[in-house]
């Protein structure tokens, strides 16, 4: 589903490039962070990412968060290759540009705060003193850091 959805945004962003200058941003929050994380790393052809509650460590949501019962039993009791799988933070920190902007929620309990941080290194980091859904539901938060992602892309058009 993932890669479905990064292709998918790949797709959208050729596209929207054709019919415009402005910069393309490409946002989600959760899943839809994840999938932005995973564009990001797999093509990074958009010029700004603001992923929302999301990370590069997805195996860790299947090793240590409430989503580890949906994992089979064999994958549970190996979890370093669920992390092998499914984590990409190595490809997500190797892109160097300054082209993201995370939202992470401080007291999210599956999207885990301290586990997540880290594939951040050198970005800068806005956080929410809230939970996954306490943070889902702060639409007026949500809508100023995206807003402020793109007011800042408006005058910091890339050279293409």
């Known amino acids: 589903m993932l890669a479905a959805s990064a292709a998918l ?3 959208l962003a050729k596209r929207t490039r054709e019919r415009t200058e402005a910069p393309v941003v490409a946002s989600g929050i959760s899943l839809g962070g994840w999938a932005i994380n995973l564009h990001r790393a797999c093509f990074g ?3 700004r990412y603001v992923p929302i509650f999301a990370g590069a460590a997805l ?3 299947f090793v240590s968060s409430v989503y580890r019962k949906l994992a089979g039993e064999p994958a549970r009791r190996r979890p370093e290759r669920l992390r092998a799988v499914l984590d ?3 490809a997500f920190r190797a892109i160097g540009a300054d082209d993201c902007e995370p939202l ?3 007291y999210d309990r599956i999207i885990e705060f301290d586990r997540q941080r880290p594939s951040y290194d050198g970005l800068p980091v ?3 003193n809230k ?3 306490t943070g889902a539901l702060a639409t007026t938060a949500l809508r100023e850091h995206v807003v402020r992602v793109l007011t800042d892309a408006e005058t910091t ?3 293409r």
Request: cysteine-free; overall charge negative.
């Open 104 to 106: 992470l929620a401080r």
């Open 131 to 133: 939970g996954h859904v």
């Open 45 to 47: 052809a958009v010029d």
């Open 88 to 90: 990409f933070e190595e």
């Open 59 to 61: 195996g860790e949501l």
């Open 126 to 128: 806005a956080v929410l």
């Open 9 to 11: 945004i790949e797709a």
């Open 157 to 159: 058009v890339p050279d």
